[in-house]
């Protein structure tokens, strides 16, 4: 059953911005961590940033600087402020939650999104 959703996705320059957003709609598990990851085509899905529910937040280190992950407990949304994307950065993004502190590994997020595409291209 899809709880998540990911909002935001689209085509930009190099240099752009976009900001991707990940409202729950169901609140029938806890999000101590919500997290972004991306896939690009024929490349294995990884870990973007991860946000804890006491704000501790981790990033990969191509994205660091770059990008900013947040989360509104108010809304229940998670965000991506994506800044100077480049076309390395063209991936499918998924937004992922799971009730226990951030694990390390894609296969141990128990919620997912089904995506939203990001172009980055001249």
């Known amino acids: 059953q899809e709880q998540l959703q990911e909002l935001g996705g689209g085509s930009v320059q190099p240099g752009g911005s976009l900001t991707l957003s990940c409202p729950r709609s169901?609140?029938?598990?806890?999000?101590?961590?919500m997290a972004w990851f991306r896939q690009a085509p024929g490349k294995e899905r990884e870990a973007v940033a991860t946000?804890?529910?006491?704000?501790?937040?981790k990033y990969r280190d191509s994205v660091r600087g770059r990008f900013t992950v947040s989360r509104d407990p108010n809304k229940d949304t998670l965000y991506l402020q994506m800044n100077n994307l480049k076309p390395d950065d063209t991936a499918m993004y998924y937004c992922?939650?799971?009730?226990?502190?951030?694990?390390?590994?894609?296969?141990?997020?128990?919620?997912w999104g089904q995506g939203t595409q990001v172009t980055v291209s001249s």
């Open positions: 946000i804890e529910l006491n704000s501790i937040t």
């Open positions: 992922a939650a799971d009730s226990v502190p951030c694990p390390l590994l894609a296969d141990e997020y128990n919620y």
């Open positions: 169901e609140r029938t598990y806890s999000t101590y961590c």
